[in-house]
């Protein structure tokens, strides 16, 4: 290949998590790869996440006894994302490939050093639909040392957990007055501490443990990482992606791509103008994504004939969002507040209109529904007094003072009465009044007549799992009575290119460019506009990257 200031066999635009994985997997094959990032830092949005993988049938699941099967996820998937001819990156064939895939991604992963464990409770989020797991699917690394990757590890960004816990542990911890595991696990925490003090240990958790595993697999099989290193432009020559324009030392710096190109950049969830075009009403300032989720590399496919879909969707992230609280890097959520017992959601006429448990990105779609004939963003979520003292808020801990500008902007509203409430919301005080009956009815019948609330083993692993008979139904009775705003957020979009099961990026006919590959929030979800357990944006994002890396060395 000629005219290339250097060429590689295959080129990795961003740096998620499906990125090293596609890095890692080149390399092993005898292969030469470069992971180009254009942030000063590695790992996207996946490090700062949770960093859970949602893998059916994994091996743990299987050492710990818990049954599954690829025919019962393809059940599930079959019954909870479905066959739509709008979602074309979910279709039939991707799904059957992400199932079969992703075991093997995660054996060829633990072949190579790298070490993971299962959540041991994180049921499906529709645990009715046939083939659900309630154990659940959950995939996470261990705790990793960052100090393991010597100077690379400046280059790591950080997670939004910094506490050196599991994340096992870290989801105890907050019933730590009550239980003794949670004791244990907080034991187990200070004991770390103190043992990474005197060891000279820094351990990280949750995604930063999971890209720090993977960027040191990468490393270690030969791959490049590089940032500061923004892709501008994809190069074809004869109707084939054969490299990328990048940036070195301020001047274009073109790079040859032998094999292909994968573009995991990210979605566009900070491109505003790009939000008003495919999903007008929403806000930049309502994600949690890494500074690079800006869109360009979803245009720059598109100008090359990639076909676009599911645009308008993306990963639901309800938001408790005080004042100032837009410019936080990580937005505080919403659901563990108003799935809690004692808690509801309500739209500006008062009236309750879902299910406050369930999945977050189905939550916030309602949340936009309603809106569009009662207003509903924002929509107040009414406590009372038992959440106050009892549940984080907005990033605050259980019972502590909270700001006097939340209530002097309008964030949070404290009465004495639930009449008193609404008046302060604005509200009529019958109408609220009256929500609030209803709800308490079902409590006491132990049923949500009207959202099936509880109902759902992922509705009472949301709530407190001390609070009996139902973990999420608990009337609201106590004073005072609080109300605080609750809008749509999210975490990621759900739209861009549509690729196939072999992560090819297809051209409006169906056809694949030749040597373009696509994984993560650049392509269209395999999971159409649902969220169907935790871990379905970053599990697929290594498989497909696994497959990309796979074809493209088979192929040649």
Same mark, same amino acid.
């Given at each position: 290949m000629s005219g290339f200031d250097e060429t590689f066999d295959f080129v990795v635009v961003g740096s998620g998590g499906g990125s090293m994985c596609a890095a890692i997997v080149a390399c092993s094959a005898g292969k030469s790869a470069v992971v180009l990032e254009k942030c000063d830092q590695i790992g996207g949005t996946t490090a700062r996440s949770g960093g859970v993988m949602w893998i059916p049938n994994n091996p743990f699941m299987a050492k710990a006894g818990v049954p599954d099967s690829i025919e019962a996820a393809t059940k599930y998937l079959d019954a909870v994302v479905g066959d739509h001819n709008d979602t074309p990156g979910a279709s039939k064939a991707r799904r059957k490939a992400l199932l079969e895939e992703g075991p093997r991604m995660l054996d060829f992963l633990i072949g190579k050093g790298l070490k993971f464990s299962r959540i041991s409770s994180w049921p499906d989020y529709y645990d009715e639909a046939p083939g659900s797991s309630v154990p659940g699917r959950t995939v996470v690394a261990d705790l990793?040392?960052?100090?393991?990757?010597?100077?690379?590890?400046? *280059?790591?960004?950080?997670?939004? +957990?910094? +506490?050196?816990?599991?994340?096992?542990?870290? +989801?105890? +911890?907050?019933? &730590?007055?009550?239980?003794?595991?949670?004791? /244990?696990? !907080?034991?187990?925490?200070? !004991?770390?501490?103190?043992?990474? /003090?005197?060891?000279?240990?820094?351990?990280?958790?949750?995604?930063?443990?999971?890209?720090?595993?993977?960027?040191?697999?990468? #490393? %270690?099989?030969?791959?490049?990482?590089?940032? /500061?290193?923004?892709? /501008?432009? #994809?190069?074809?020559?004869?109707?084939?992606?054969?490299? =990328? &324009?990048?940036? %070195?030392?301020?001047?274009?710096?073109r790079v040859g791509a032998r094999l292909g190109v994968l573009v995991n950049a990210g979605g566009f969830a900070l491109n505003q103008a790009m939000r008003d075009q495919y999903m007008p009403g929403t806000s930049t300032g309502h994600t949690s994504v890494a500074e690079g989720d800006t869109g360009e590399m979803i245009q720059e496919m598109m100008r090359h004939g990639a076909a676009i879909a599911q645009m308008d969707s993306f990963v639901g992230s309800q938001l408790a969002l005080p004042p100032g609280g837009e410019a936080w890097p990580i937005k505080p959520g919403a659901q563990g507040l108003t799935a809690a017992p004692h808690a509801i959601l309500v739209d500006q006429s008062g009236v309750r209109y879902l299910n406050e448990g369930g999945s977050y990105t189905e939550y916030c779609q309602r949340m936009i529904e309603r809106n569009k004939s009662v207003p509903a963003v924002p929509s107040y979520a009414i406590f009372d007094n038992r959440v106050m003292k009892n549940v984080m808020i907005a990033g605050t801990m259980p019972g502590s003072a909270k700001p006097a500008e939340w209530t002097e902007k309008g964030f949070l509203h404290t009465a004495d009465t639930i009449e008193g409430l609404a008046q302060s919301l604005g509200v009529d005080p019958a109408a609220l009044r009256g929500t609030v009956d209803r709800f308490n009815g079902f409590v006491a019948k132990g049923h949500d007549d009207d959202f099936k609330r509880g109902a759902r083993a992922y509705?009472?692993? *949301?709530?407190?799992?001390?609070?009996?008979?139902?973990?999420? *139904? @608990?009337?609201?009775?106590?004073?005072?009575?609080?109300? *605080?705003?609750?809008?749509?957020?999210? =975490? @990621?979009? #759900? @739209?861009?290119?549509?690729?196939?099961? %072999?992560?090819?990026?297809?051209?409006?006919?169906?056809?694949?460019i030749a040597g373009l590959y696509a994984t993560g929030v650049s392509a269209a979800s395999v999971m159409g506009r649902t969220s169907p357990g935790s871990g379905v944006n970053v599990g697929p994002s290594l498989v497909w990257g696994y497959v990309a890396a796979k074809d493209a060395v088979e192929a040649a």
């Open positions: 990793f040392d960052a100090n393991e990757l010597g100077e690379a590890k400046k *280059l790591l960004r950080p997670n939004f +957990l910094t +506490l050196p816990v599991s994340l096992e542990d870290a +989801l105890k +911890l907050p019933h &730590v007055k009550k239980s003794w595991p949670a004791k /244990k696990a !907080l034991m187990r925490m200070g !004991l770390r501490i103190i043992g990474a /003090k005197l060891t000279g240990k820094n351990y990280v958790t949750a995604g930063a443990a999971l890209q720090g595993r993977m960027m040191q697999a990468a #490393l %270690k099989a030969g791959a490049q990482l590089r940032v /500061k290193s923004a892709v /501008k432009e #994809l190069i074809v020559a004869d109707g084939r992606v054969v490299g =990328v &324009v990048t940036e %070195k030392d301020g001047k274009p710096h509705d009472r692993w *949301l709530g407190d799992p001390f609070h009996k008979p139902n973990e999420t *139904l @608990g009337e609201i009775s106590e004073g005072p009575f609080h109300a *605080l705003t609750v809008i749509p957020g999210d =975490v @990621g979009t #759900l @739209g861009g290119v549509v690729t196939d099961e %072999k992560a090819r990026v297809l051209r409006e006919d169906g056809t694949p």
